[in-house]
């Protein structure tokens, strides 16, 4: 599908939606062309990859193997960390945030709350802070 096209990405995301509609929230998230397999054990992992590895196939859709990762322990995905413990803030991501210029304006303070926003859910109270 060429990417140049206005609603292509939105397009994709739909097939791909459509496509794993059945083990989303059980053991796959996907956003766009990024497929996360999670599990509680390495057994069940293997299960769940072969099930999304089929899917793929099964749709004539393929993963280049040098841009996947498996058996991962630890591994961000849109700016989280996600492992065992749970979910975290990807520490490179905030960086950013806390590298971040002070805000001059409303248009600025708008632009900053929006990207910090994303992070919300891992600071306590931050809707007073913001």
Request: proline share 2%; with cysteine; glycine share 6%.
């Amino acid at each position: 599908m060429p990417f140049g096209l206005t609603n292509a990405p939105a397009a994709f995301m739909r097939l791909m939606n459509n496509i794993f509609q059945e083990y989303l929230d059980e053991f796959v998230i996907i956003f766009l062309d990024d497929i996360l397999v999670y599990s509680k054990s390495l057994e069940e992992h293997e299960v769940h990859l072969r099930v999304v590895l089929a899917k793929l196939w099964e749709h004539k859709l393929f993963a280049k193997l040098s841009k996947c990762n498996f058996w991962q322990q630890k591994i961000g995905f849109l700016g989280q960390v996600i492992s065992a413990e749970g979910v975290s803030v990807d520490l490179e991501k905030v960086g950013a945030i806390s590298a971040w210029p002070r805000s001059r304006n409303a248009t600025e303070i708008r632009r900053f709350l929006g990207l910090a926003g994303y992070y919300r859910r891992f600071v306590k109270g931050f809707a007073s802070l913001a």
